[in-house]
């Protein structure tokens, strides 16, 4: 039987400071999602100014980080190069901002961030993510 890694409630409260306190720094109000390798949340956090739907998108893209084992970045890329079909991918919010927390190798849990740019979006969720790994 295989054993995996898996996030307990004081990683993913590691990951919401860290995320939250990056995100404050640069004076961003943002939406911090954390799940669990299959996608579920485990915790989330919407900051004063993040916009209501940043609540939605967020979680969106921890879950497909989870389901993907990969950044959501890669997707988004996938779609901008022209792979446009998918965007038909049964799939929501494939943009850039959900990041995996990997452990050796495996997927233990990952990262969504909504509400600001694109690229801000990444580095606030591996800022949250460093907090651990």
Do not use: C
Not at 50 to 70: E, H, L, M, Y
Not at 78 to 105: C, W
């Amino acid at each position: 039987m295989k054993t995996k890694p898996v996030l307990t409630l004081t990683d993913v409260n590691a990951i919401l400071d860290a995320a939250q306190k990056e995100a404050e720094a640069n004076g961003w109000g943002v939406t911090i999602a954390v799940a669990d390798d299959g996608g579920h949340l485990l915790g989330l956090r919407r900051m004063d100014g993040a916009p209501p739907f940043s609540a939605d998108v967020a979680t969106q893209k921890a879950r497909n980080a989870a389901i993907g084992r990969r950044e959501t970045q890669a997707f988004e890329e996938m779609i901008n190069g022209g792979r446009t079909a998918f965007v038909t991918a049964p799939m929501q919010s494939l943009l850039a901002g959900g990041v995996p927390v990997l452990v050796e190798g495996e997927v233990a849990g990952t990262v969504g961030i909504s509400g600001v740019k694109p690229d801000q979006d990444v580095q606030i969720a591996r800022a949250g993510v460093a907090a651990i790994v």
